[in-house]
Every structure is written in structure tokens, then in C-alpha cells.
């Protein structure tokens, strides 16, 4: 596809606000609609080169979805139906992921890292790091070095940030995507 798509899997409908702020930075002829993950099928997912992906962290660092007490499908749904051996190189993914620092300090955005992995995994190449300068948690298993593996929003005790945050990594991440998108032109 010549656009970047925005897909997201949320629980209480934060993860949807985010993508559709990162929607509004990108803009239409950028982007389309940000999609939630349980109305979409692998062959939606597969016909990007660029995207952007977001989710919830639910459980203990799980991946979310009913396993992990949602009460809708989600990223552990649409990953299972992936068909097998699926390789996702040559696709772009910017990762985003909501969590509550001082609610789970112990395991804050945790789940994002579980994304992450699956996707790299597959072949995907990901962008996004984000710095954990700025945050207060005692664990995350989304840490490497000294940043996220994609943009951590906390909109619980840091929404006075959100904004802020969201137009520094779009600027950073849009470059990277509609790079990709030339590429695969």
C-alpha cells in the first residue's frame, strides 16, 4: 500500500485515542484510518510496508487479549491467525504502548516488549525506540539500553505529557516509514 497503516488493539479505548492523535499528526494522505486489530484479517495486515501499531499492556507483560483477562480480541488473537511460517520482512513498524507507571510499577508497558519480540521475530524490522528519561517505574520488560522499544504513553499520571510526546516520536518515526513506503514503490 502507498500509505502507512495504523492498527491498534485496545480494552478501555486509550490505545484508539493515541492512534487517532498519531492519525491527525500524520494526516490523511499519510495514513489511513487507525484500525482496531480485532476487525482485521492477515491479508489487511500483509498488504502494508509501513505501519504503525499500538496496544494496551494487560496481564503480566502479556501479550494482550482474553488469555490475558480482555474482555474483546486482540493482539493475541490477530497473531494466531497468522498463517504459519509467515515472514514480515520487508515491513516497517513504529510500536507505541500505553501503561501505568505508578499503578504497575513493577511491570509498566511490559506488553509492548511481548509485540515487539513476536514482530522481530517474523522478520519485521522496528523503529520507534523511545527514551525512558522522564518516567518513574521499577521494572519494564520493554526497556533495552536505556529505551522503550517503541513511544510508552502513561495518560493515568503523565497525560499532561501525551502531546508532547506523540508530535516528538511522530516527527521521528514518519521519516523512517514514508522511507519505506518510497522504497517499496
Not at 476487525?39 to 501479550?63: C, N
Not at 514480515?88 to 509485540?115: H, P, V
Request: proline letters at 4%; aromatic letters at 10%; glycine letters at 10%.
Amino acid at each position: 500500500m502507498t500509505k502507512i497503516a495504523i492498527f491498534f488493539g485496545t480494552e478501555t479505548g486509550t490505545t484508539r485515542l493515541i492512534a487517532k492523535k498519531i492519525h491527525a499528526r500524520l494526516g490523511e494522505a499519510v495514513a489511513d484510518k487507525p484500525v482496531n486489530v480485532n476487525r482485521i484479517q492477515p491479508e489487511d495486515f500483509l498488504k502494508y510496508d509501513a505501519l504503525i501499531l499500538g496496544t494496551p499492556s494487560y496481564g503480566v507483560g502479556e501479550i494482550p487479549g482474553r488469555s490475558a483477562g480482555c474482555l474483546e480480541a486482540n493482539w493475541e488473537e490477530f497473531l494466531a491467525k497468522l498463517p504459519p511460517h509467515i515472514r514480515l520482512d520487508g515491513k516497517r513498524i513504529a510500536l507505541f504502548g500505553l501503561g501505568a507507571q505508578e499503578r504497575y510499577s513493577e511491570r509498566f508497558a511490559s506488553s509492548l516488549r511481548k509485540l515487539h519480540d513476536t514482530l522481530q521475530a517474523l522478520g519485521a524490522e522496528i523503529i520507534g525506540a523511545w527514551p525512558t528519561t522522564g518516567y518513574t517505574f521499577e521494572y519494564s520488560a520493554s526497556v533495552m539500553g536505556d529505551h522503550f522499544v517503541g513511544l510508552v504513553i502513561d495518560q493515568r499520571t503523565q497525560g499532561m505529557f501525551t502531546e508532547e510526546r506523540l508530535d516528538a516520536w511522530v516527527a521521528q518515526v514518519k521519516p523512517l516509514l514514508l522511507e519505506r513506503l518510497a522504497q517499496a514503490a
